[in-house]
């Protein structure tokens, strides 16, 4: 391949050096390890790329696990005596154009007892047909949600909490709230038996584990809301959650606190985030040193190209071209790097699902049993948010190692270098 001639001779001259390094037997060395950079580069790009991009896909897994069954966005009163009419707040969220679904909810914590074995974990209060419109997970279990119904006193709770409580539909169970009544003997904890009426399966563990749904009548009646305590939302993105949840609050005014999905679960959002950047350093360091060998392979071939920079400057070329010529040919290694990294990592990333499974019978292992984890299929989900950055950096670490070998050439001395030719 020919670049064009109106191209500067800087171009021209590197690129004529990039292709003789690696064709020419008599500096086979140089070759090697010029060849050896680019390599490096570009399998620490394509490193870069699959490590983020499975990231990426386990944090979309857990993030929409996680999502159809909790709400995008949730406003709670701050009154402390329920809302009257909770239409007329959710009326006032829909005028927002990216709310699509509202829903009243008591949210409580209660411990949960059956025999000896006791628990706390978080009740829910919902309307079912609402609900339906707020959460996946109430959508496609709308014949289970049914069965909740106003007086009935029925739950539907997540799988793992009916497995390790040993119950059935159809068994009773024990809510204990938290907040007792006064008697003339004393504080009485509020007691009610209620009867699992179903059970769902989210595929995420803190939820199938520790969460309670119950008619929004039953909660309100135990926990003595006086009503729905507040309102969830559904939005038509997730990711603007942040977003809404602050023009919504400026909107709807301080009787009223808004909190989106990020910020109930800001734990797990920060850590996932702090675990990427984290990542993303660690694997930069690999792409920074296969760049910096370029630092070695430019050494070699200004030291064996003296006598043709002599020549170059007899001829009227400035230190100036002289250290261009030798940039452009670092930078051109840099970015065939890059190129077959992102190439390489774009294939990877894009067809793990075939390829993993391949590996896993070659190998006969499983990565990822799913009697251990919840998720057995390596997901992926390459990201143009972390490509671009990747390959900038490369391109930027790559030109930085050039520095110093293209000034040393431009520092040659013609007499010097010919002196022994």
């Given at each position: ?69 909790i709400a995008h966005v949730e406003i709670l009163d701050t009154s402390g005596i329920g ?339």
């Amino acid at each position: 391949m020919n670049l064009p001639f109106d191209l500067p001779y800087e171009w021209r001259v590197g690129w004529r050096y990039t292709r003789a390094a690696r064709s020419a037997r008599r500096n086979g060395f140089i070759s090697f390890i010029s060849g050896v950079s680019v390599l490096g580069i570009a399998l620490g790009v394509a490193a870069l790329i699959i490590v983020l991009s499975v990231m990426n896909g386990f944090q979309k897994e857990v993030r929409d696990r996680m999502l159809s069954v909790i709400a995008h966005v949730e406003i709670l009163d701050t009154s402390g005596i329920g809302l009257r009419d909770w239409q007329v707040l959710a009326a006032e969220a829909k005028k927002h154009p990216a709310v699509v679904g509202a829903a009243p909810f008591v949210p409580a914590q209660a411990l949960i007892a059956r025999g000896e074995d006791m628990r706390g974990s978080v009740v829910r209060g919902i309307l079912p047909e609402a609900e339906a419109t707020v959460t996946p997970l109430a959508a496609t279990m709308k014949d289970t949600f049914a069965r909740l119904t106003p007086g009935g006193w029925g739950v539907v709770i997540g799988q793992e909490m009916a497995r390790s409580l040993g119950v059935m539909e159809g068994d009773s169970l024990t809510l204990v709230a938290p907040s007792g009544q006064v008697t003339p003997a004393g504080v009485v904890p509020r007691v009610k038996q209620v009867t699992v009426v179903g059970t769902f399966s989210a595929g995420h563990y803190e939820y199938d584990n520790g969460l309670v749904m119950m008619h929004i009548d039953d909660a309100a009646r135990l926990f003595r809301t006086g009503g729905p305590a507040g309102v969830q939302l559904r939005l038509k993105d997730p990711q603007d959650a942040r977003l809404v949840a602050a023009e919504l609050s400026d909107r709807l005014g301080g009787d009223v606190v808004v909190r989106d999905w990020t910020r109930t679960n800001r734990n797990w959002f920060d850590a996932v985030q702090v675990e990427k950047r984290m990542m993303f350093i660690i694997l930069t360091l690999i792409v920074a040193v296969a760049a910096f060998n370029l630092v070695s392979t430019l050494v070699m071939t200004v030291t064996d190209k003296q006598a043709d920079i002599a020549i170059l400057r007899t001829l009227g070329a400035s230190p100036r071209s002289i250290m261009g010529i030798f940039m452009v040919q670092g930078s051109l290694s840099g970015v065939m790097g890059t190129l077959g990294g992102l190439g390489l990592g774009l294939l990877v990333a894009c067809n793990i699902d075939v390829i993993v499974p391949f590996i896993e019978r070659l190998l006969g292992v499983h990565f990822l049993p799913g009697s251990i984890y919840l998720i057995s299929k390596m997901p992926s989900d390459p990201q143009s948010a972390d490509v671009v950055p990747i390959a900038v950096i490369s391109l930027l670490l790559s030109l930085l190692a050039t520095l110093y070998p293209s000034w040393r050439a431009s520092r040659v001395q013609p007499a010097e270098a010919l002196r022994y030719e």
